[in-house]
C-alpha cells in the first residue's frame, strides 16, 4: 500500500506543525510542562503573496519554500520533524465498514479493493492511507474505517516544503481535520463539556471561508464559501485608490483614513456576518437541524472589530472568537501581545502540534 505519509500517524517526538495556506505559512511548536499543561514555545507567520498557492496548488514553488525556511527561522525553532495537511480539496476521504479481527494486511487488501470504487483516478497514482476510527455503531462485530487518498504529486509537494526548510515530514494530515483537533480543546471549555453542543466552526481564509458543525468531535457537515478577507482589501482598494497590494499592506499595518471604520470596514463586517447567516442556513436546510449552540470563528479576519457581535445579530447564535492557545503555558520565546493579536490565524497549525502528544 502506498502511504500518505500518514494521514493519520502519531508521533510522540517533538513536532513541528506546518500551516501553508494561500495567504501565508504558520508553525507552532508545543510541549508539555511537569504538570502535563501544554506549553506555547513558538509561533510565527510569514505573509505569501497572491497567487503563489491558488486552490491549495502551489504554482510557485522557490517563493513559498523560502517562505517556509523564512518562517521556521523567525520561529527559531530547533526541532526538526514536521507535521503539514493537505487542503479538503485535495484529498478523498471515505468511511466503510469492514469485518472486525482482520489482520493489517488484510485490511489494507480489503481498504485498496474498496477504494477503486471511490477514487476516480488509478491507484498507482495516489498516496493512500487508512485508520480504524473504531467499533461499527450499526453493525456488530464489523468496525468503521476511514480511507484517505490523495494524488501523488500533492503530497509529494508538501514533502518538497518541507525538506527544502531542513524539515523532515513525519505526519501528512488533512486541514480541517488538523483544525477540528484543536478546536476539541476549547470546545471542552463550554458549558456542560460542550458534549453534545452543535458547534460551527468558520475559518475565513483570504479568499474562502470553511465551515464545519462539529458535534462530539464528528464534523456532520462541511461547506466552503466564496468569501474571505482578501474582500476587504479590495474594498479598501477602490475606496482609497490604493493598489490592491499596497491595501493589503495597509490593511496589515493598521495605516488607513480616518474615514475607514466607517466607509469601509462596518460595510465589509455586515457582509462577512451575512455570508455566515447564509451558510447556516444551508447547514438548516439540508440536515434534520434548526439551530446551532456556539459559533466559533477563526483565521485572520475573525478579530476584526465587531464581527463577532455582527454574527450573533445577524444568527441569533452566541459567537465567539478562537484562541487555540487559551489554557497553554506561555514559553520564553513567545512575544504575548503579538501571539494574542494573531492567535486565530494558528488554528491549524496548532491543530498539527497536538499531533504529536495525541496517539
Not at 467499533?135 to 503530497?155: M, Y
Not at 456532520?220 to 466564496?226: K, M, N, S
Not at 479576519?301 to 454574527?311: K, N, Q
Request: contains cysteine; glycine residues 8%; proline residues 4%.
Amino acid at each position: 500500500m502506498t502511504a500518505l505519509a500518514s494521514l493519520f500517524s502519531r508521533e510522540p517526538t517533538p513536532l513541528l506543525g506546518v500551516d501553508v495556506s494561500m495567504s501565508s505559512v504558520k508553525v507552532v511548536e508545543l510541549s508539555r510542562n511537569r504538570g502535563g499543561q501544554l506549553v506555547l514555545e513558538r509561533c510565527a507567520f510569514e505573509p505569501l503573496e497572491r497567487g503563489w498557492i491558488t486552490d491549495g496548488n502551489i504554482e510557485k514553488f522557490d517563493e513559498v519554500a523560502d517562505a517556509v525556511r523564512r518562517v521556521v527561522r523567525k520561529a527559531g525553532s530547533k526541532i526538526k520533524n514536521a507535521a503539514f495537511a493537505l487542503p479538503a480539496s485535495s484529498v478523498i476521504t471515505k468511511k466503510i465498514v469492514l469485518p472486525g479481527g482482520l489482520s493489517e494486511a488484510e485490511l489494507e487488501i480489503q481498504v485498496e479493493s474498496e477504494a477503486n470504487q471511490y477514487i476516480p483516478f488509478s491507484l498507482d497514482e495516489v498516496s493512500l492511507d487508512f485508520c480504524v476510527m473504531g467499533p461499527s455503531a450499526t453493525s456488530v462485530g464489523d468496525v468503521e474505517v476511514l480511507i484517505a487518498a490523495s494524488r501523488k504529486e500533492k503530497v509529494q509537494d508538501r514533502q518538497g516544503l518541507a525538506e527544502a526548510a531542513g524539515l523532515k515530514p513525519v505526519v501528512m494530515d488533512i486541514e480541517p481535520y488538523a483544525s477540528r483537533m484543536a478546536a476539541a480543546r476549547l470546545i471542552e471549555t463550554l458549558p456542560g463539556g460542550g458534549k453534545d453542543s452543535l458547534v460551527a466552526l468558520f475559518e475565513i481564509g483570504a479568499v474562502a471561508t470553511s465551515m464545519q458543525v462539529i458535534c462530539n468531535g464528528d464534523a456532520l457537515y462541511e461547506r466552503d464559501q466564496a468569501f474571505g478577507g482578501a474582500q476587504l482589501s479590495q474594498m479598501i482598494a477602490r475606496q482609497y485608490g490604493f493598489a490592491l497590494d499596497e491595501a493589503e499592506h495597509k490593511k496589515r499595518a493598521s495605516d488607513l483614513p480616518e474615514d475607514y471604520a466607517n466607509a469601509v470596514l462596518s460595510p465589509f463586517v455586515g457582509s462577512m456576518a451575512q455570508e455566515i447567516s447564509r451558510a447556516l442556513q444551508f447547514f438548516f436546510t439540508s440536515t434534520p437541524h434548526n439551530r446551532v449552540d456556539h459559533i466559533l470563528l477563526a483565521g485572520g479576519t475573525a478579530g476584526i472589530a465587531g464581527l463577532t457581535d455582527e454574527v450573533t445579530t445577524q444568527t441569533s447564535f452566541a459567537s465567539m472568537v478562537v484562541n487555540p492557545f487559551e489554557g497553554m503555558e506561555m514559553g520564553a520565546a513567545v512575544r504575548t501581545a503579538k501571539m494574542m493579536r494573531d492567535a486565530p490565524t494558528y488554528l491549524t497549525a496548532t491543530g498539527l502540534a497536538l499531533r504529536r502528544f495525541y496517539q
